[in-house]
Each structure stands twice: as C-alpha cells, then as structure tokens.
C-alpha cells in the first residue's frame, strides 16, 4: 500500500510554504467518522487561526482531486494547527521546541519519587533529551519517557 501520507506532504508542501505556512505534518489515519487526512500547519508569522486553516484548505482541496492520492476512495480533510498539546515525539518536534519548558512524563518515578518533569530543552539526540532544570543540566533517556509535550502555564 502506497504511503498517502508521504505523496500528500511532498505535493503539497511547496504550495502551502508559498502561502506563508510551514506544513508540519500530515496524517492519514481511520477515525469514527472514516479515514481522515488531516494537515497539520504552522504559520511562519504566528498563530494559526481559523481562517488560515480555511484558506489552506480551500487551496489545497482541488489539487488533492487532482493528485487524487487515495485512488477514490473517501476521507475527511481536516487543516489543523500543530496544537500546543501535541506530544513530541520526533526529532522534528524537538527541534520546534528547543530552548522551550517542556513537561516529561515517566513510565516509572525518577529522582525523589517523581513522575514529571518540567524543564527547558536545550538539546537531542536519537536517544537522549537534554534539559536544564533549576540551573542543572539532566540527560533523559528517550525510553524512560511516556509522554512529553510543551509546558504549557495558565
């Protein structure tokens, strides 16, 4: 089976990086209501609102009947923000987050008994995550980690 994911991001990209936005990601993935192919982008200039996911998605619609990656048979197109609770889980999403707090979840409590961490990301590797918490620097092994995703404060 074909990789529509991967046909779509490569058609589309130079298009939608023309409008100003970066497309980060994009899925293709069965949901309740059917298969969903959902773009994921970040505007070069801020915030994604409404209106740049409507008109990303008015500009691409046609030229996915075109290209017509998933040989007709019917998903959902959804253009979506990154989202500030998207997990991060490739080097893609560390790098967006670099010099960002970040809160870790561990599969199993850490130092003093804690299960979160919430520090800044300075830098990655294909195994590793380094952090600064408090001043101190922290190497934490990707395969300890359940979840991680941006802080986020209220």
Request: glycine share 4%; proline share 4%.
């Amino acid at each position: 089976m074909k990789n529509i994911a991967k046909i779509v991001e490569e058609k589309l990209s130079g298009i939608i990086d023309e409008m100003g936005y970066n497309l980060y990601e994009v899925e293709f993935v069965k949901k309740q209501n059917g298969m969903n192919l959902t773009l994921f982008i970040q505007n070069k200039n801020g915030q994604v609102t409404l209106q740049d996911c409507e008109k990303v998605h008015r500009a691409v619609d046609p030229i996915l009947d075109e290209i017509n990656p998933t040989d007709d048979e019917p998903y959902y197109l959804n253009v979506s923000s990154i989202g500030l609770d998207k997990p991060l889980t490739s080097s893609k999403d560390f790098e967006r987050c670099l010099n960002e707090m970040i809160e870790i979840k561990f599969f199993v409590p850490q130092e003093n008994n804690k299960k979160i961490l919430i520090a800044r990301l300075k830098s990655y590797d294909s195994n590793n995550l380094y952090v600064e918490e408090n001043g101190n620097e922290k190497t934490i092994p990707l395969k300890d980690i359940a979840v991680c995703k941006l802080h986020i404060e209220f």
